[in-house]
């Protein structure tokens, strides 16, 4: 499975983001696809998952802020971002997991948020 991510960019405390992330390749054998984050200094962190029957999941500090979506027929999951605050600066990245048991990563996006 190949996952790109792209979306990121340079947003004011307050705003809005939204990420993508298409994959390709093995796609029959995804279990769920989900987004990290990792800020400087700090280890890589879950965000949100969302799972083949469509249910999802959030870290607390993503809770009632953002919101994971897919679209089946692109293949692609989306990360809406509101409220975005300082904290929530990061490399963002997708991974999925595999039926086998495997995880892929896409290549991270910047999400800068100026406060």
């Known amino acids: 499975v190949q996952l790109q991510a792209f979306g990121g960019g340079l947003v004011q405390a307050g705003g809005s983001l939204r990420l993508s992330c298409a994959a390709s390749g093995s796609i029959f054998s995804i279990n769920s696809m989900g987004w990290y984050r990792q800020a400087p200094g700090k280890q890589r962190e879950l965000v949100a998952y969302i799972l083949r029957d469509g249910s999802t999941n959030y870290a607390d500090s993503a809770k009632g802020r953002f919101t994971i979506s897919r679209d089946n027929a692109k293949n692609t999951i989306y990360l809406q971002m509101n409220s975005l605050k300082f904290e929530d600066t990061a490399v963002y990245y997708c991974?999925?997991?595999?039926?086998?048991?495997?995880?892929?990563w896409g290549q991270g996006t910047q999400v800068t948020v100026s406060s």
């Open positions: 991974r999925t997991l595999v039926s086998s048991g495997g995880a892929f």
